[in-house]
């Protein structure tokens, strides 16, 4: 077992069932080994229907086992601080589900905390990046290869009005933004490589929920431009396309990259287009092994926490733009 990672996960929520823990499980460097709800028949049967060796009726036993090196937390977005916080305090390391808190400033007080732990890895779960569609892009707009990056325009959403969906509850960290805008922000962030200097928002808010069902964003990098909208009350939908100013880089599913499909991205540039397909594969699973590698090499996470500290940032400057109508500093 010297070359896995025995993971544990707190919550027995739908991406981590469907989605996380099959792709870990799957995986060559991480152990599933625990996974706990707040009641002992829910993880009872969650651990039971994945397979998973010991089940828990409290998070707090799950940190207490000494035998659970790290742990995933797909909790709803107003107690990831809380949690991870707790895990570190546990001697655990951490990988938490995406947006890394309410707000920049909780963002802020986890990655204080977490430099208290410097033994530990903590990190944001961005499964995107780490799909090989998403570094090919990174290195071809790196490379100069679709001329001066100019601008981003991106677009992600779906449709969900379930009043009983954590989505649609404000307390719990609901609305577009903070569920599907923050990668619409990360991804710009990501391929710039640097934070914008100014941001503007335009939000609709569902008049019963109080939450953002519509909204989009200007980030203004100095060197060019981002522009997104999401939405989760709008026809499913997700593209990307990278602009320079040689050429351009089309995005298929830029976000929830299906594992039993070839993902296309098309390069143009001065006139040609090329189409590159890439392999079959789980970018969950990519996730999991590359923060388990980190963890057994005693090696950076490949995305640093100070990274959802400053999305964190750009997503409350958003927020704050399309309360004030006018363009804001992160």
Known sequence: MMDKVRWGVLST????????????????????????????KRARLAAEASGIPKAYGSYEELLNDREIDAVYIPLPNHLHVEWSIKALQAGKHVLCEKPIGMTAAE?????????????????????????????????????????????????????NRDPHNIRNKKQMGGGGLMDIGCYNISLSRFIFGCEPKRVFGLIEFDPEFN???????????????????????????????????????????????????????????????????????????????????????????????????????????VFSSARGGGWIRP
């Open 107 to 159: 963002a802020q007080k986890m990655l204080n905390l977490s430099q208290e732990y410097p033994h530990l890895k903590i990190m944001e779960a961005f499964m995107y990046r780490h799909h090989p569609q998403w570094q090919y892009t990174k290195k071809i707009v790196t490379k100069g290869k679709i001329g001066k990056l100019q601008t981003i325009q991106s677009f992600f959403s779906y449709f």
């Open 13 to 40: 929520a739908k991406i981590g069932l469907e989605q996380v823990i099959p792709a870990m499980q799957a995986s060559r460097h991480c152990d599933i080994t625990a996974i706990a709800s707040r009641t002992p």
């Open 211 to 317: 939450v953002d069902r519509l909204a989009s964003g200007i980030l203004d990098f100095g060197s060019g431009m981002s522009a997104f909208t999401c939405s989760t009350q709008l026809s499913p939908h997700q593209r990307v396309i990278v602009f320079g100013t040689q050429g351009y880089i089309e995005i298929e599913i830029p976000f929830n990259a299906p594992t039993d499909k070839q993902c296309r991205i098309w390069h143009y540039n001065k006139g040609d287009k090329r189409e590159i397909v890439f392999e079959l594969c789980d970018q969950y699973r990519i996730q999991g092994d590359l923060f388990s590698l980190a963890v057994l090499n005693d090696k950076d996470v490949p995305t640093p926490l100070l990274d959802g500290v400053e999305n964190m940032k750009v997503v409350e400057a």
